[in-house]
């Protein structure tokens, strides 16, 4: 089993040359005809990830978030990307195919949402970039409501939602990550929009559109890719190691 062979799988599901123009996914570090021993999936490829993988044997890693995303001016030894290299541990990562691809994950958090809520059948892409999607919730609601079952559902610590928001719901957008740069185009197409890392003038952008915000972060709206990614490989590698690496929300609340 070699790199090329699980880099293609995934290509399968959400190809790489979807990606957006300023995202770097793809295979980023090692040799792609290397033999794998056994591969980590993890959100991000951190020091603690790469810890992990060595400690099990794995010499590839599988990360939604590019361990490379811009042109690097120097390597030092206390780097992901050094440390990768020094313990020849590959990297292959996929990020905007992942959001945007069918089954991928926006449609896993519509997946979340649906076990608590009742949706219509129909689900529209957001036609910007396809990352997004929106779902008709049968019955209205309040944004506090909603709040509170999407906290659930994604299984949040906390959320955060607009504070001054009066009117029922029923339009509901899901962006994974970071989503808030959409905002104007859904003005008239969505009562709420679900993402995560809303910055302060978005919240005052979205009062301006009518349009309640919800902010359940980035790690929580996007670590469900962990097992997702994993169930993908182990049916076309049934005997190859995969190991789950849900590392935990790097940031705590007091």
């Given at each position: 089993m070699k790199i090329k062979?699980?880099?293609?799988?995934?290509?399968?599901?959400?190809?790489?040359?979807?990606q957006e123009k300023w995202d770097n996914s793809g295979?980023?570090?090692?040799?792609?005809?290397q033999?794998?021993?056994?591969?980590?999936?993890?959100l991000d490829i951190s020091?603690?990830?790469?810890?992990?993988?060595q400690e099990t044997g794995c010499n590839l890693i599988f990360s939604h978030h590019p361990?490379?995303?811009?042109?690097?001016?120097?390597?030092?030894?206390?780097?992901?990307v050094y440390?990768?290299?020094?313990?020849?541990?590959?990297?292959?990562?996929?990020?905007?195919?992942?959001?945007?691809?069918?089954?991928?994950?926006?449609?896993?958090?519509?997946?979340?949402?649906?076990?608590?809520?009742?949706?219509?059948?129909?689900?529209?892409t957001i036609e910007a970039d396809g990352l997004g999607r929106i779902l008709t919730l049968k019955q209205e609601m309040s944004i506090k409501e909603f709040a509170e079952i999407a906290k659930k559902a994604l299984g949040c610590e906390v959320v955060r939602y607009s504070a001054n928001y009066q009117n029922k719901i029923k339009?509901?957008?899901?962006?994974?990550?970071?989503?808030?740069?959409m905002l104007e185009d859904l003005s008239g197409r969505c009562d709420c929009f679900l993402t995560g890392d809303i910055k302060h003038d978005r919240w005052y952008k979205a009062e301006e559109l009518n349009i309640a915000l919800l902010d359940c972060g980035h790690y929580h709206t996007e670590?469900?890719?962990?097992?997702?990614i994993a169930e993908i490989l182990r049916k076309a590698f049934p005997e190859l190691k995969i190991v789950e690496f849900a590392e935990g929300n790097p940031v705590c609340y007091a």
């Open positions: 062979d699980i880099y293609e799988v995934i290509n399968q599901y959400a190809p790489f040359d979807t295979f980023l570090i090692g040799d792609f005809s033999e794998v021993t056994g591969i980590l999936i993890s020091v603690n990830a790469v810890k992990k993988a361990v490379i995303f811009s042109a690097i001016k120097n390597l030092y030894s206390d780097s992901v440390q990768l290299a020094q313990k020849n541990i590959s990297a292959v990562c996929c990020h905007t195919p992942l959001d945007i691809a069918r089954g991928g994950i926006n449609d896993l958090i519509a997946e979340k949402l649906k076990l608590f809520l009742e949706f219509a059948e129909n689900t529209e339009k509901i957008a899901v962006c994974s990550g970071s989503g808030a740069s670590v469900i890719m962990i097992p997702y």
